[in-house]
């Protein structure tokens, strides 16, 4: 794996910049690197293993760049959109060793559970990041930046080191940024994984195995206690029910709603609209930061949110 982790240097020899890369793609000819924007920024005209580096795509906003590395091969590591469940992370990256020499380290990290959205002072655009705190003694440093993050559970990466606070806590952009600064990318890359888990029976906890049996009356008693509750859910559901049967307004003939996963038209979008819906189900209507309505709709097997100006009941 740690062959696949690569320090992105400057071409030019004044100039001491530098960071992470990682590679995520390859072809016959040589591979496709992840790394930061700003790496990029800083050293001016990558470099890698003193081969001469090609940028195939950047972000003026999302800090993060794919680049191209001609006559080089490594293994691309796995990506992953899901969210790694336990937490623990670990982050492989290059830093200083001495003014002349360059470390390659491993570092042991919590991810926080909520994320963070960074919001431009120009416009709407916002992205998110997670916050990462580096533990058992582990730091970072210059250099870091680039570096993947791989989720300890399941070997895959999941974000993208961007920058640091002091040496204990990081910012790292979510992989799923991926396709929104690289046009082209091989859709193969960010396919969604399932992981599988099993339990052993004998490492049951040993409360569970020394149950006493219940009488016949006590789950006959909650057995009624669940229908009854189920039945109660079900009528307070229907009181409560949201309005249905919106229709798509505001659309010019031929042209399609996008659906997206949260309140803002910079949020990732998992579907679309036909300009004659019907028939839409209306779960919830939000304002957002901007103090604007969105609804969460619901369209055959398709969910997420719309403006609210395009809907109407």
Request: aromatic fraction near 8%; include cysteine; proline fraction near 3%.
């Given at each position: 794996?740690?062959?696949?982790?690569?320090?992105?240097?400057?071409?030019?020899?004044?100039?001491?910049?530098?960071?992470?890369?990682?590679?995520?793609?390859?072809?016959?000819?040589?591979?496709?690197?992840?790394?930061?924007?700003?790496?990029?920024?800083d050293?001016?005209?990558?470099?890698?293993?003193?081969?001469?580096?090609?940028?195939?795509?950047?972000?003026?906003?999302?800090?993060?760049?794919?680049?191209?590395?001609?006559?080089?091969?490594?293994?691309?590591?796995?990506?992953?959109?899901?969210?790694?469940?336990?937490?623990?992370?670990?982050?492989?990256?290059?830093?200083?060793?001495?003014?002349?020499?360059?470390?390659?380290k491993h570092i042991k990290a919590t991810l926080f559970k909520d994320d963070i959205e960074l919001h431009s002072t120009e416009d709407e655009r916002f992205y998110i990041v997670k916050k990462i705190e580096s533990t058992e003694g582990y730091s970072f440093a210059r250099g870091n930046s680039g570096s993947p993050v791989l989720c300890q559970k399941?070997?895959?990466?999941?974000?993208?080191?961007?920058?640091?606070?002091?040496?204990?806590?990081?910012?790292?952009?979510?992989?799923?940024?991926?396709?929104?600064?690289?046009?082209?990318?091989?859709?193969?890359?960010?396919?969604?994984k399932k992981i599988s888990q099993t339990t052993s029976n004998s490492k049951k906890p040993l409360y569970i195995l020394k149950k006493k049996k219940k009488s016949f009356l006590f789950y006959l008693l909650s057995f009624s206690f669940i229908i009854a509750l189920v039945v109660g859910i079900y009528f307070f559901i229907q009181a409560n029910e949201k309005p249905k049967g919106y229709h798509v307004v505001n659309i010019q003939t031929m042209d399609t709603l996008n659906v997206r996963t949260g309140t803002s038209k910079y949020f990732f979008k998992v579907g679309e609209l036909p300009y004659n819906a019907k028939n839409i189900e209306v779960v919830s209507c939000s304002y957002n930061k901007k103090n604007r309505k969105w609804c969460n709709i619901k369209y055959g097997s398709l969910q997420g949110w719309v403006s609210a100006y395009y809907i109407s009941p």
């Open positions: 794996m740690t062959s696949s982790i690569v320090t992105i240097e400057s071409l030019e020899e004044r100039n001491n910049s530098f960071g992470t890369g990682f590679v995520i793609d390859k072809d016959k000819k040589g591979v496709y690197i992840l790394t930061c924007q700003h790496v990029l920024d050293v001016k005209i990558p470099v890698v293993e003193e081969i001469k580096a090609n940028i195939i795509a950047q972000s003026d906003f999302i800090d993060m760049a794919v680049i191209y590395v001609e006559n080089f091969q490594a293994k691309p590591l796995p990506l992953e959109i899901n969210k790694c469940n336990d937490f623990k992370v670990e982050i492989i990256g290059f830093s200083l060793f001495t003014q002349t020499i360059t470390q390659k399941t070997k895959t990466v999941i974000a993208l080191l961007s920058n640091k606070e002091g040496n204990h806590i990081g910012y790292a952009v979510d992989i799923a940024y991926l396709k929104e600064i690289w046009q082209d990318m091989p859709q193969h890359l960010l396919e969604t």
